[in-house]
């Protein structure tokens, strides 16, 4: 189950949205005329590397991760999704999920508008942890659990609901880009290992959210 403002973001797919932009650059470059001279030995120089970086560790929980889907945001901005391997984006248990924004763009209120979104969907909701961090950057994170899901407030049936979920979030802003990263659970039943249950679960959650951060490009 994810919320109705993450839902209305379209979803495409990696390999479509490579294959989309490859044909799209392609088409920006007219051909040469006929006749007309070939430069040899012309190197271009290199573009110059990303003055930033997001970390994100995708070894979380001790499995492997890959991506899942993703594309660009209306707007502006790029999001991308990876659940542990062997899951699909159809059927998971858990999806990591970043949101790239242009700086212009808050990413505390993008961020506001996911969890509001949760919140209309959701019987029981309430945020078990929050904090801000001011330095290096600043980052704010939230921990935030949802209970018995309203299906009316889902149109679509192909949206996976399942009776309990929960979202460890972080925002982050730099100086190129702003960005508001999360990584979601759900599932009918709360197993002891969970991390709503199991301190040393909710210990892992913690130490993952900490290690995404921002790093100088290079």
């Not at 919320?3 to 051909?31: E, I, S």
């Not at 979380?60 to 990876?82: F, H, K, N, R």
């Not at 407030?153 to 972080?170: G, Q, R, T």
Request: charged content about 20%; some cysteine; hydrophobic content about 40%.
């Amino acid at each position: 189950m994810l919320p109705a403002a993450y839902m209305n973001m379209r979803r495409v797919p990696l390999r479509a949205a490579a294959v989309l932009l490859t044909a799209a650059v392609a088409g920006c470059v007219p051909p040469a005329p006929p006749g007309a001279p070939v430069r040899t030995g012309v190197v271009p120089a290199p573009p110059a590397p990303p003055a930033e970086r997001l970390d994100l560790p995708l070894h979380a929980g001790g499995v492997t991760w890959q991506p899942a889907g993703g594309g660009p945001l209306p707007g502006g901005g790029d999001m991308q999704e990876y659940v542990p391997a062997g899951q699909t984006i159809a059927d998971w248990s858990e999806m990591i999920t970043t949101l790239a924004l242009p700086p212009e763009q808050d990413p505390s209120a993008r961020l506001a508008a996911i969890l509001d979104g949760l919140r209309g969907a959701c019987k029981s909701y309430r945020v078990i942890k929050t904090s801000v961090q001011d330095a290096p950057y600043p980052s704010r994170n939230l921990l935030a659990r949802c209970d018995q899901p309203n299906e009316a407030a889902f149109s679509d049936p192909n949206i996976l609901l399942l009776k309990h979920e929960v979202i460890w979030a972080k925002t982050l802003e730099g100086r190129v880009q702003n960005y508001v990263v999360w990584r979601a659970w759900h599932a009918d039943k709360v197993s002891p290992d969970s991390v709503l249950t199991s301190s040393a679960t909710r210990q892992e959650w913690q130490d993952w959210v900490d290690q995404v951060s921002l790093a100088k490009g290079g």
